[in-house]
């Protein structure tokens, strides 16, 4: 019997056969804002069919600056080890690829997720960093040096400035450009609107900086933003994050990227909400 395979751009019809799909994901995210991902301008769903049955999902949101994430991608559990995942990917990476404002293409999953590594390894993609995204759920057990609340940089070319001289030290090579998404740093990435969105403080020293920025993944959090591996050693950092926190409405949980080394210098893990770490891969175009 001959099999038919076909791979294509979901649209909003599709909604239902994407809902007969079995992927044993209970409470899919991606059924629930299906409509957005398939209608959004910088976001597309695809699928991948075989004899006019969905049996794999994948999709990409493209970010400023031309960097685009691939993710979403789940499979009908009847499908698995057929390697429709990699295929479906090669083929999102080849339509990204005839778009010439693109300029990265790369994707992001946990340290654990094997097979989902492996499909990323087998796209071409190198291993650029691991990274753990932690929310504080226990303030008062952050051992951290206390100190007084770091000035405020307010204009968008003081911002730019920082931003410029962190990408000529070298120090900044990942940017968390939101909770769960994070990039190889480069200018385009952080528009002006961001910049003028996004909070800036300074240490007196001048030495040491952070970006706070809300963000909402379920609920509101304030991402910290912030590229030395000292956080719990900077006087007054967490003093400037506790009266951010304080002086708004929801009052957002810090969500912190912490790197490997990082991670590992945090003094009790039961302050954050702890969780499998994350890999990112991607490569220039």
């Not at 400023?64 to 999102?92: I, N």
């Not at 994070?182 to 403080?201: C, G, I, K, M, N």
């Not at 959090?221 to 951010?244: C, R, S």
Request: charged letters at 25%; one cysteine or more.
């Amino acid at each position: 019997m001959t099999t038919e395979k076909m791979m294509r751009q979901l649209q909003l019809r599709d909604l239902p056969i994407a809902k007969k799909m079995k992927t044993n994901i209970t409470d899919d995210y991606v059924i629930e804002i299906f409509e957005r991902l398939v209608t959004s301008e910088n976001q597309s769903l695809y699928g991948l069919f075989i004899d006019e049955e969905l049996v794999t999902i994948a999709g990409y949101t493209i970010f400023p600056g031309g960097y685009a994430m691939l993710g979403r991608l789940r499979s009908d559990v009847r499908v698995h080890g057929k390697g429709y995942a990699t295929e479906l990917l090669l083929y999102l990476i080849k339509q990204l690829k005839l778009n010439p404002k693109i300029v990265w293409i790369g994707g992001n999953t946990n340290i654990q997720n094997s097979s989902a590594r492996r499909v990323l390894s087998k796209l071409g993609f190198s291993e650029l960093k691991t990274f753990y995204g932690l929310p504080i759920q226990k303030r008062e057990r952050i051992n951290n040096v206390p100190g007084p609340i770091w000035q405020q940089v307010h204009s968008v070319q003081e911002k730019r400035a920082l931003l410029t001289k962190l990408a000529k030290s070298n120090i900044l090579k990942i940017y968390p450009y939101e909770c769960f998404y994070p990039f190889p740093f480069r200018q385009e990435l952080v528009t002006d609107e961001d910049l003028a969105e996004s909070h800036f403080f300074q240490n007196p020293s001048a030495d040491r900086w952070v970006i706070l920025k809300k963000d909402f993944k379920k609920e509101a959090f304030v991402q910290v933003k912030y590229f030395w591996n000292d956080h719990f050693e900077q006087a007054g950092l967490f003093e400037t994050i506790d009266e951010f926190v304080a002086n708004d409405e929801e009052h957002p949980r810090p969500w912190f990227d912490f790197t490997d080394k990082g991670y590992k210098k945090i003094p009790d893990l039961t302050a954050f909400e702890v969780s499998d770490g994350w890999v990112l891969y991607g490569d220039w175009v």
